[in-house]
């Protein structure tokens, strides 16, 4: 059967309620996101992601947010509280992949198995403070080899790492979160700084759109761009599973149902919808509709990257990262 064109967050706490179950058994999204709303220990969230599952009956794909500094949804004191990438940018390659290896044995070990991470936008002076300091740096070439570092690390520990936000966020000055960020800049420029990581790691299984308007190419935000989609799949070269930035943030006009057919229908795979009820939930799903064949093949493809997680001495991959780093977590 196929599976809806969703990636569904709407679990309001800490357990599945049986409407959510039951709504979830319907839907049949192809995967779930969590957030700290739904994290309260190990055992718990093993737990929760294993029920996730069972209504599904399948091994579904849930993912998460575990950048590390302000965006990591496990925390301390039953995880590690992570620096900011940007913060350890300039400990170099091994510790990069050493910090999102660690990461990855961390949300395996409680049933997730993907990482919305890593975040490929190239940071710059005005960058917007929500963004900036999850960056890896200012050049396009060295975030390519951190964000390469990052990914790899994850598939090493069975984790598949989401690249966002295509094809660049770094030149916002908005927050996506609360509007629509408009980028003036020409396709020129941005092919030399905004899409150079993410054409050089074009390879890699998933990725998510960025709610951002680039005026010089359409008016539509490139989540909802044809255009743009267009262009992340044949000039940034990505045949990875594409979902959206969160459907629900205000950088985006008309319902959610609204937004996830617009999105849809601009060449997405996947419409990401984090936070709302069950009967916000449905109409996306609705509108989605079920997974076209291309985004069912790449799919596949992702989850045969989707390995059991490598033997890892963690304690000493960690001995190891506090000494390249200097960080005492």
């Known amino acids: 059967m196929t599976q809806n064109a969703t990636i569904l967050g709407g679990i309001a706490g800490t357990s599945l309620t049986p409407d959510e179950a039951a709504f979830f058994r319907n839907a049949d999204?192809?995967?779930?996101?969590?957030f700290g709303r739904n994290v309260k220990s190990p055992e718990q969230l093993r737990r929760l992601t294993g029920d996730l599952r069972d209504a599904v009956g399948r091994d579904a794909v849930i993912t998460v947010d575990q950048e590390g500094g302000r965006v990591q949804r496990l925390r301390g004191p039953q995880w590690i509280d992570w620096p900011a990438p940007l913060d350890q940018a300039q400990a170099g390659l091994r510790a990069m992949w050493l910090r999102y290896h660690l990461i990855g044995q961390e949300l395996?070990?409680?049933?997730?198995?993907?990482?919305?991470?890593?975040?490929?936008?190239?940071?710059?002076?005005?960058?917007h403070p929500f963004l900036r300091n999850r960056c890896f740096g200012t050049d396009p070439a060295h975030v390519a080899e951190l964000g390469r570092a990052a990914?790899?690390?994850?598939?090493?520990?069975?984790?598949?790492p989401v690249v966002k936000h295509m094809p660049g966020h770094g030149r916002a000055i908005a927050d996506s979160h609360h509007g629509l960020p408009t980028v003036t800049a020409s396709q020129t420029a941005l092919e030399a700084l905004d899409f150079a990581p993410f054409h050089a790691l074009a390879d890699l299984p998933m990725g998510m759109t960025a709610h951002i308007r680039f005026?010089?190419?359409?008016?539509?935000?490139?989540?909802?761009?044809?255009?743009?989609?267009?262009?992340?799949?044949?000039?940034?070269?990505?045949?990875?599973?594409?979902?959206?930035?969160?459907?629900?943030?205000?950088?985006?006009?008309?319902?959610?149902?609204?937004?996830?057919?617009?999105?849809?229908?601009?060449?997405?795979?996947?419409?990401?919808?984090?936070?709302g009820s069950v009967a916000d939930m449905q109409p996306v799903v609705?509108?989605?509709?079920?997974?076209?064949?291309?985004?069912?093949?790449?799919?596949?493809?992702?989850?045969?990257?989707?390995?059991?997680?490598?033997?890892?001495?963690?304690?000493?991959?960690?001995?190891?990262?506090?000494?390249?780093?200097?960080?005492?977590?």
């Open 151 to 160: 990914a790899d690390g994850l598939l090493a520990a069975g984790v598949l």
């Open 286 to 329: 609705q509108a989605a509709g079920a997974m076209s064949p291309d985004a069912i093949r790449r799919a596949d493809a992702a989850i045969a990257r989707r390995h059991a997680p490598q033997d890892a001495d963690i304690a000493g991959l960690m001995a190891e990262w506090r000494e390249l780093t200097g960080n005492p977590a």
């Open 108 to 127: 395996r070990a409680v049933g997730i198995d993907s990482n919305c991470a890593p975040t490929l936008d190239v940071a710059q002076a005005d960058t």
């Open 29 to 34: 999204p192809w995967g779930f996101i969590l």
């Open 215 to 275: 005026t010089e190419l359409d008016d539509a935000p490139a989540t909802a761009s044809a255009r743009m989609i267009g262009l992340i799949r044949d000039l940034i070269g990505f045949d990875g599973l594409l979902m959206t930035d969160d459907i629900t943030m205000n950088a985006l006009s008309g319902t959610q149902a609204e937004r996830a057919a617009a999105s849809i229908a601009a060449g997405c795979d996947l419409v990401l919808h984090c936070n």
